[in-house]
């Protein structure tokens, strides 16, 4: 993001294991700057209720969690009418040719596989804002 351009954006992240939802926020923080707030979810029905209550402008969703899992979370997001525009990347150690057809199928934007590259992670991430401002203009 060029200085002068700060819109406070808005990322969730969605993953069960404590430690990739920090380094995952990291990452994001040390690659894209602090105009970033990053929102974090443990399970699918946190997920949904977030992401309707804060509207985030991306979500990195991991599939496999308890409970609901993210293709579900997908499913219900992309199915609300108020959350159906907002950028879903999946972000899992799912890294069958199945599991990423289905996630895109599903109205994923983009897929991750863990061990993800911080780098790689930072680009999707800034690819996708990019895509949002402009079809705020």
């Known amino acids: ?52 209550r804060e509207r985030p402008d991306l979500i990195l969703l991991d599939i496999m969690m308890p409970e609901m899992d993210g293709f579900e979370v997908c499913r219900c997001l992309k199915a609300a009418p108020a959350t159906s525009r907002i950028p879903i990347v999946f972000l899992t150690a799912r890294g069958e040719e199945e599991a990423v057809d289905q996630g895109l199928a599903l109205g994923g934007d983009g897929y991750m596989i863990k061990p993800f590259n911080a780098v790689s992670l930072a680009a999707q991430v800034s690819e996708l804002l990019a895509s949002v401002r402009g079809e705020c203009h």
């Open 1 to 52: 993001m060029v200085a002068g351009e700060s819109r406070g954006w808005k990322i969730l992240v969605v993953d069960d294991e404590k430690e990739v939802r920090r380094v995952a926020r990291e990452c994001i923080r040390l690659a894209l700057g602090e105009d970033y707030q990053v929102m974090e979810a443990g399970e699918g029905k946190e997920a949904v209720e977030t992401a309707e």
